[in-house]
């Protein structure tokens, strides 16, 4: 089993930045990726960004690109998104998820994740 926990959520103005960390512990080893999804209320959880663990390959959805930027510490098994140009759109829970095993890269669906943190919110202001 993984545990995820996240961090770095918080209020920010439009055009602000905000880095979200999230530290994985347990089973890194076998980690295949890991991954960003965001709920805003009322609506589905969406997929924000992944990363392929051992090659360090990124993907992103094409509403963050250009604005948003997924990272990973394999020696600190941290993942991180990087947030900048913030818009009142993007506020949502921020949640990190990850994979264990192998995939089929890129992966960006809910299900094809096993293992979920609690989720931080994040709120952009106009």
């Known amino acids: 089993q993984v545990q995820l926990v996240e961090s770095g959520g918080g209020l920010v103005q439009a055009g602000g930045s905000l880095r979200l960390s999230c530290a994985a512990s347990?089973?890194?080893?076998?980690?295949?990726?890991m991954g960003w999804f965001r709920q805003a209320p009322g609506k589905e959880r969406e997929f924000v960004a992944g990363i392929r663990w051992s090659s360090n390959s990124p993907y992103s959805a094409d509403a963050v690109k250009g604005r948003f930027t997924i990272a990973r510490d394999i020696r600190k098994n941290t993942m991180y998104l990087q947030m900048n140009s913030l818009e009142p759109e993007d506020t949502a829970d921020y949640y990190c998820?990850?994979?264990?095993?192998?995939?089929?890269?890129?992966?960006?669906?809910?299900?094809?994740?096993?293992?979920w943190g609690q989720g931080t919110q994040v709120t952009v202001s106009s």
């Open positions: 347990g089973r890194t080893f076998s980690l295949y990726a």
């Open positions: 998820a990850a994979v264990l095993g192998l995939g089929s890269w890129p992966l960006h669906r809910s299900n094809d994740y096993q293992y």
